[in-house]
C-alpha cells in the first residue's frame, strides 16, 4: 500500500509539472495579455468606462476586461505618456489600465466599445456609445488607438467599404478615418468627414 500510494503520489506531481510548464497550444499558439493604449473622444471623454466587448452585444458582462478613462479621455497611456498598466503603477491609477486576453501566433480581432463619462469639452454627460473595431497581430501588438463617432460608423462597414471610401476621396487614408479629429487644424473638414462617412453608411 505504501508503494502504490507513492506511485500515485509521484504520477500526480508530473501531471501537475506538465500542465504548468505547458508553453503553448497544440497547435503553437499561448495566451497573453495585451494593454490597448488609446483615447475616447466625442470631444474627449473623461470617467467613461472602455471594455472589450467579446461577444458585441453592446453591452458589458462579467469577465470582460474593462477601464475607466482618465481626466483626458485616455486609457492604458496617459496624454503625459504614463503607463497605467505598469507593474510600478500607483494601484490608484490602474483603474485606468485596460488588458484583453489573446491568442499569440494569430491575428485577434477586438471590438472596443467606451459609455457613460463626460464630455469634457462641454462637461455634458456622455451619453451615447462609441465602438472601435481594431486588430492586434499574431505578435500581440497593436498601435495606439482612437476611438471616435467615426470609428463607430466605420465598425458597421466592411473592410472592402471601408477601402472604397477612402478611395472616393483624394488624399483621405484608412489612417485619416481613424485619427484624432480634434487635432485637426480646422474643424469643417470634419465636419464634411462626418456627413461623407454618414451619408455613405445610409446610402
Same mark, same amino acid.
Given at each position: 500500500?505504501?508503494?502504490?500510494?507513492?506511485?500515485? !503520489?509521484?504520477?500526480?506531481?508530473?501531471?501537475?509539472?506538465?500542465?504548468?510548464?505547458?508553453?503553448?497550444?497544440?497547435? *503553437?499558439?499561448?495566451?497573453?495579455?495585451?494593454?490597448?493604449?488609446?483615447?475616447?473622444?466625442? %470631444?474627449?471623454?473623461?470617467? *467613461?468606462?472602455?471594455?472589450?466587448?467579446?461577444?458585441?452585444?453592446?453591452?458589458?458582462?462579467? *469577465?470582460?476586461?474593462?477601464?475607466?478613462?482618465?481626466?483626458?479621455?485616455?486609457?492604458?497611456?496617459?496624454?503625459? %505618456?504614463?503607463?497605467?498598466?505598469?507593474?510600478?503603477?500607483?494601484?490608484? /491609477?490602474?483603474?485606468?489600465?485596460?488588458?484583453?486576453?489573446?491568442?499569440?501566433?494569430?491575428?485577434?480581432?477586438?471590438? #472596443?466599445?467606451?459609455?457613460?463619462?463626460?464630455?469634457?469639452?462641454?462637461?455634458?454627460? =456622455?451619453? *451615447?456609445?462609441?465602438?472601435?473595431?481594431?486588430?492586434?497581430?499574431?505578435?500581440?501588438?497593436?498601435?495606439?488607438?482612437?476611438?471616435?463617432?467615426?470609428?463607430?460608423? !466605420?465598425?458597421?462597414?466592411?473592410?472592402?467599404?471601408?477601402?472604397? =471610401?477612402? %478611395?472616393?476621396?483624394?488624399?483621405?487614408?484608412?489612417?485619416?478615418?481613424?485619427?484624432?479629429? !480634434?487635432?485637426?487644424?480646422?474643424?469643417?473638414?470634419?465636419?464634411?468627414?462626418? #456627413?461623407?462617412?454618414?451619408?455613405?453608411? /445610409?446610402?
Amino acid at each position: 500500500m505504501k508503494y502504490q500510494n507513492l506511485l500515485a !503520489l509521484t504520477l500526480s506531481t508530473s501531471l501537475l509539472a506538465l500542465v504548468a510548464c505547458k508553453p503553448a497550444d497544440q497547435d *503553437g499558439t499561448s495566451s497573453s495579455s495585451v494593454a490597448i493604449n488609446g483615447v475616447s473622444e466625442d %470631444g474627449y471623454v473623461s470617467g *467613461g468606462i472602455v471594455w472589450h466587448d467579446v461577444n458585441d452585444n453592446k453591452t458589458l458582462d462579467g *469577465g470582460e476586461p474593462f477601464a475607466i478613462t482618465d481626466e483626458n479621455g485616455y486609457f492604458s497611456k496617459s496624454i503625459d %505618456g504614463v503607463d497605467y498598466c505598469a507593474n510600478e503603477t500607483k494601484s490608484y /491609477l490602474k483603474r485606468h489600465c485596460l488588458k484583453v486576453n489573446v491568442v499569440k501566433g494569430i491575428s485577434n480581432d477586438i471590438i #472596443i466599445r467606451i459609455q457613460k463619462g463626460q464630455d469634457i469639452i462641454t462637461t455634458e454627460p =456622455f451619453l *451615447g456609445s462609441i465602438t472601435l473595431k481594431a486588430t492586434i497581430d499574431k505578435n500581440g501588438k497593436i498601435s495606439d488607438v482612437v476611438a471616435t463617432p467615426i470609428t463607430t460608423l !466605420l465598425a458597421y462597414l466592411t473592410p472592402a467599404q471601408v477601402t472604397d =471610401f477612402a %478611395g472616393r476621396h483624394p488624399g483621405l487614408s484608412e489612417a485619416d478615418l481613424k485619427s484624432d479629429f !480634434l487635432k485637426q487644424p480646422h474643424s469643417f473638414s470634419t465636419t464634411i468627414l462626418y #456627413i461623407s462617412v454618414s451619408l455613405y453608411f /445610409l446610402k
